[in-house]
């Protein structure tokens, strides 16, 4: 009996998800297969069936990947199942697997040979297999003679290096990467890396990394064939180019053994996994050994510590920070971290210790739960104390660079390594000594220990004074690290002005001393570097702003920092930009709240008059004359989420006035936007779509987002009608879709495709009448889609709502639903849905007998459809009330009535070609 019921359970489901699916509910439908695949027994033929239809939800909901997948599950029940095949097909041929997709057509066509949906596809695919093959005829043509002017001996530099370039573009392409494999390419380059050319070598590295992208098997034989010793010998290059190509070959290869050589869906029999858990291991092991090798360049030991920060998160990577510390990967990072340039141990950049920092914070990420970041932070602390023990002075200073990299990176390890005895006097006793390196090494960790407001008073009131005499410091790197630790002691009382630190005109003059270091471009790119950062905790203080703003030469210098594109200045100058827009967070304080709070005698944050919206606004049309957006395009580049995030703070607020619109999107700051709307953290995603919403509203979006960029924005503005935002972004983001919806069918097509037809709807319910008004807006101009226009001729309350909505009182809600109603009632099933509709007399007669011309118009045109629709239709028209007051309108001969008229004309017309009015009556 159990049986039978589970039986009966199943079947009802898959009606449920038949039913969901006609009704275009694909995501429902889809649901719905799945737990009938969850109640289906073992060996049981349904499962075919599930699989099938799941394969078809797949296929509308454009998963072309597990629409194969699933076919191919049907197949392994039911090897003749043709519908399971063709859909296969289907999903294979928009996986551009032509040849895959070829070849089972062919297996369709012997089993359905009259099929006309098969011989077409059949003749497509043999249309494209004939082009490819025609293309990679003439790919063989050019690798065999890409090589053979390589290998010529009478071939000069210039001949071989343009060769080598070519391979490079050939490798791109799928057919030309397998003819260089196949023609023994990777030996035959080989030759060419010991060439002295350094370009040349270049271009073979790179060849090899093309080979290696997205392809296991390929990537794991190159690697043997190079060998990872001779890989390491160009990765330690001391030049720069040569040791970031090598670098690159390892990167691509990890990327390629981390994912599926192909896409291609295999069924149960078919399906080989392979475990490259051992050459991962090796790599990984690579890497250790690398770290601390003193032959290898600071380039390269750049080159591997990002391979490491890439590779080892679980999200992005192998997930093996564990294993990396256990085999003292931690450790070797904390010696690299701990590298002092002039003590000359191991090789570095000037990026190197900002690379470690990085790379220290991935790895802590990493550490889930509490016993492995006690683990990690033991590690730590014993490697700090291990150099402080030595009583060696250059192992104290090394200790204390870690203990910065680490303030840099996982700042709580930091911090907790500064609480423990003695860490904090060494500090000071180093910064007190007069030996200039210990001073400054001692001066970058205190003010690093200072990152955090709960932490800046405690620590660095212990060094106030150390920073303060190095302040008077004739070496220019000491006196900028002070000052940034001076105004970081500053700056803690954040935007409140009532809880100023610095006496009255302290910061100003702070702000004077860094803006000499930030100008004077002679002073290196370095202490220019330092003054930005103390700028960044200094401009949070409103007169410092209204002070950078109004001098041309600092803001110039600042863009000029961000269009270096220097990573470990971008940011310092985006907190800047922040600081001076006012586009950080700013938290209103309850009125109710503040009564209390006085009456309690507890302090109240102030506003300073400097940064009232009038100040902020000013400002930011300020830098926007002085060129900042070219600035925020550069910065928009970064990989950091953080800046990110920052820099689409700043962009929002340029926007913010609808003046300024037009010169962002001039300076390329659109572009910027969807870039940044699209990749980054959830809040910096949110604030750049915002920005390209507002954009949206005012402008052409034809001119603000050209061609294939105005695709691009769609998801981000679909995003916005998330629940979790404001009301104003999901208003903004209304207004925006409907100006988009207006433009062309492929705009209407990505939103659909995007879902955002469900989240538009939605809005339609709102209490609130301008979201309510501007859903309806848009999907009135969403409804010129054939897609969309579909919805509502199906079994739902589509056409109900649109309806109900042409009665409700605010006047633009009604025109966009009566224009919505214009479209729809072309089609009969609609009329049919509008006259179902218990209140549509009441609805239409009230905007008949409204003034409003516009909307007259509109319920006419519906009104005139519905009678051409069909003869019960009009019947149940002429029959109301309403005809009396059209006959009325007919005979107003007021010249903004003309529109109303016609369409009254052309239903009386019918009213009379059906029988249904005498002509006189008309």
């Not at 194969?68 to 041929?93: N, T």
């Not at 932490?455 to 004074?465: E, F, H, N, R």
């Amino acid at each position: 009996m159990a049986t039978e019921n589970g039986v009966s359970e199943t079947l009802h489901i898959k009606q449920e998800g038949n039913d969901f699916f006609k009704a275009g509910k694909y995501d429902e439908a889809l649901a719905c297969y799945t737990q009938a695949l969850k109640l289906s027994p073992a060996g049981s033929k349904d499962k075919a069936v599930f699989y099938k239809n799941r394969s078809a939800c797949h296929l509308k909901l454009e998963n072309y990947g597990k629409a194969a997948q699933d076919a191919s599950s049907a197949l392994d029940i039911e090897p003749a199942d043709v519908k399971a095949l063709f859909r296969k097909c289907q999903a294979l041929e928009k996986l551009d697997k032509h040849t895959e997709a070829y070849k089972e057509a062919r297996r369709l066509q012997q089993l359905d040979p009259k099929n006309t949906a098969v011989q077409s596809l059949l003749q497509r695919l043999t249309v494209h297999i004939s082009q490819v093959a025609q293309q990679t005829a003439k790919t063989d043509n050019k690798v065999s003679s890409m090589f053979t002017t390589l290998s010529r001996s009478d071939a000069d530099g210039e001949t071989r290096k343009q060769a080598a370039n070519n391979l490079i573009v050939l490798a791109r392409q799928p057919a030309g990467a397998e003819k260089i494999f196949q023609e023994n390419g990777v030996f035959k380059l080989q030759r060419y890396l010991d060439d002295p050319d350094e370009e040349l070598v270049v271009a073979v590295l790179r060849v090899f990394s093309c080979l290696c992208t997205g392809h296991q098997s390929r990537a794991l034989a190159i690697l043997k064939e190079l060998t990872l010793n001779r890989l390491a010998k160009y990765i330690g290059s001391q030049k720069e180019s040569i040791c970031n190509a090598a670098g690159n070959i390892l990167f691509c290869s990890i990327s390629s053994m981390l994912k599926k050589d192909t896409n291609e869906p295999k069924g149960a029999e078919e399906a080989v996994v392979l475990d490259l858990t051992g050459e991962i291991k090796e790599l990984m092991m690579f890497f250790l050994g690398l770290l601390t090798d003193k032959d290898i360049s600071g380039y390269g030991r750049d080159a591997v510590i990002d391979i490491i920060i890439k590779f080892l998160p679980k999200k992005e990577g192998t997930g093996r920070a564990m294993t990396f510390i256990t085999n003292g990967g931690l450790t070797k990072l904390l010696i690299v971290a701990g590298q002092i340039p002039e003590l000359e141990k191991l090789h570095t950049t000037k990026h190197t210790a900002m690379h470690s920092s990085v790379a220290l914070s991935k790895i802590y990420e990493e550490m889930t739960g509490d016993k492995k970041r006690e683990y990690y932070r033991d590690m730590c602390e014993k490697f700090i104390r291990a150099r402080f023990s030595g009583n060696n002075l250059e192992s104290s200073l090394e200790a204390i660079q870690a203990i910065s990299a680490l303030l840099q990176g996982p700042y709580d390890v930091g911090n907790y390594i500064i609480g423990q005895s003695g860490v904090i006097e060494v500090m000071i006793a180093m910064a007190t000594s007069t030996d200039p390196l210990h001073q400054r090494v001692a001066v970058e960790a205190i003010v690093h220990s200072a990152s955090k407001k709960d932490k800046c008073s405690g620590i660095l009131s212990k060094g106030a004074d150390v920073l303060k005499e190095l302040y008077k410091s004739a070496s220019d790197d000491i006196k900028v690290r002070a000052l940034v630790g001076l105004c970081k002691l500053g700056s803690y009382g954040g935007a409140d002005y009532s809880e100023k630190v610095l006496d009255e005109g302290s910061a100003l003059m702070l702000a004077k001393q860094l803006r000499k270091f930030l100008v004077k471009t002679e002073k290196g790119l370095d202490l220019r570097k330092w003054a930005a950062e103390g700028l960044s905790y200094l401009s949070i203080d409103a007169d410092v702003k209204e002070a950078i703003t109004s001098d041309p030469q600092a803001v110039k210098a600042l863009i000029e920092l961000a269009n270096s594109g220097n990573p470990t200045l971008l940011y310092s100058v985006a907190s800047i930009f922040v600081n001076l827009t006012n586009s950080y967070d700013q938290q209103k304080a309850d009125p109710e709240m503040v009564k209390l709070a006085e009456f309690a005698k507890q302090h109240i944050p102030e506003d300073h008059p400097l940064d009232s919206e009038e100040y902020a606004k000013g400002r930011v049309d300020m830098l926007l004359e002085h060129g900042i957006v070219t600035g925020l395009v550069i910065l928009s580049k970064t990989e950091s989420e953080s800046s990110r995030e920052l820099i689409s703070r700043v962009f929002l607020a340029s926007v913010m006035d609808e003046n300024n619109r037009g010169l962002v999107v001039q300076q390329g700051g659109a572009k910027s936007l969807v870039a940044l709307a699209n990749d980054g953290n959830p809040v910096g995603r949110t604030m750049a779509a915002q920005a390209l919403a507002k954009i949206a509203i005012t402008m052409n979006p034809e001119v603000a987002f050209p061609g294939q960029r105005m695709l691009e924005i769609v998801r981000p503005l679909i995003g916005l009608l998330h629940m979790d935002c404001t009301g104003l972004q999901n208003f903004e983001s209304l207004m925006a879709l409907t100006n988009l919806a207006s433009i062309s069918e492929s705009v209407r097509n990505r939103i659909v495709k995007e879902r955002g037809i469900p989240s538009i709807e939605n809005y339609m319910f709102e209490d609130h009448d301008m979201l309510r008004r501007a859903a309806t807006e848009c999907m009135c101009n969403m409804i010129q889609s054939d897609q969309v226009f579909e919805l509502f001729l199906k079994d739902n309350d589509k056409v109900k709502l649109v309806t109900v909505l042409a009665g409700e009182e605010e006047e633009k809600l009604k025109m966009a639903a009566t224009g919505a109603l214009a479209m729809l009632s072309t089609n009969e099933i609609v009329c049919n849905k509008i006259l179902n509709v218990t209140s549509w007399i009441d609805i239409f007669q009230e905007i008949l007998v409204s003034s409003i011309p516009q909307l007259l118009h509109r319920v006419c045109h519906v009104l005139a459809n519905i009678v051409e629709s069909s003869k019960s239709n009009a019947s149940k028209v002429i029959e109301t009330k309403l005809l009396e007051i059209l006959m009325a309108l007919s005979k107003d001969e007021n010249p903004v009535m003309n529109p109303a008229r016609k369409e009254i004309d052309r239903l009386f017309k019918k009213a009379v070609e059906l029988e249904l009015i005498r002509p006189n009556e008309s």
